[in-house]
């Protein structure tokens, strides 16, 4: 089975800030990762998918890269919306979520 | 537009069986190249993936609970079925369906389905 782990588990930062979680793969997965934002008491969100492909409807403040077995999902410019857990999830073989990063307020 | 929702018990006894279905509206779950899953979050915990089912009939299921998992559809409601047997109380969790292509992009509310006597 394919693990992912992500880094960190919590990431305290400021409206504005630059914010960058990591994600890494126990073996290549080529660019099968997707991104997802949740908030308190509602399902997932899709922002990402294969790597670097951004949603219909996702704001262009956040970006994903990497391939193989490094990923990051960045966001240019902390919104008070984006204040949430995100988790990364690789569709290489079967599926698998990480553990997420819980974004709170500094 | 593409909505889901989950249904079933919110309470089941330990060593039973969980059934739960998911009806799919504003798209076809017979649709080319699309997965359709189950995926659960324990109170306080992160998302796990329990199993998924292709287009063609293909299912998929977490390793760690393929024993105890079955995934159908039933393509005339547009709906499909999750069955997680001889469940415990750490099967307690918000259960969610959800549709895409390898990436989730449609999911459903999700529903809370707790394990007791």
């Known amino acids: 089975d394919i693990q992912m782990t992500q880094s960190p588990s919590t990431l305290s930062a400021s409206v504005g800030d630059r914010v960058t979680i990591t994600c890494r793969a126990s073996?290549?997965?080529?660019?099968?990762l997707a991104w997802y934002q949740q908030k308190p008491g509602k399902a997932p969100n899709l922002l990402i998918y294969k790597a670097s492909s951004l949603e219909s409807g996702v704001p262009s403040r956040f970006s994903g890269s990497g391939s193989g077995t490094e990923f990051t999902l960045t966001i240019s410019s902390l919104q008070p919306d984006d204040f949430a857990t995100y988790y990364c999830q690789q569709y290489n073989s079967y599926w698998t979520f990480g553990q997420g990063t819980k974004v709170e307020i500094k | 537009q593409l909505q889901l929702r989950e249904s079933g018990p919110g309470l089941v006894k330990p060593s039973e069986t969980l059934s739960l279905t998911c009806t799919v509206s504003g798209g076809s779950i017979s649709s080319d190249s699309y997965y359709c899953g189950w995926i659960r979050q324990p109170p306080g915990k992160g998302l796990e993936w329990i199993g998924s089912i292709h287009y063609s009939g293909s299912t998929y299921y977490n390793s760690s609970l393929k024993s105890r998992v079955t995934i159908s559809t039933d393509t005339s409601k547009n709906q499909f079925s999750l069955k997680l047997n001889s469940v415990t109380a750490a099967d307690t969790a918000v259960y969610y369906c959800a549709r895409g292509r390898g990436s989730y992009s449609g999911w459903g509310q999700g529903t809370l389905v707790t394990v007791s006597s």
């Open positions: 073996q290549s997965i080529s660019n099968w």
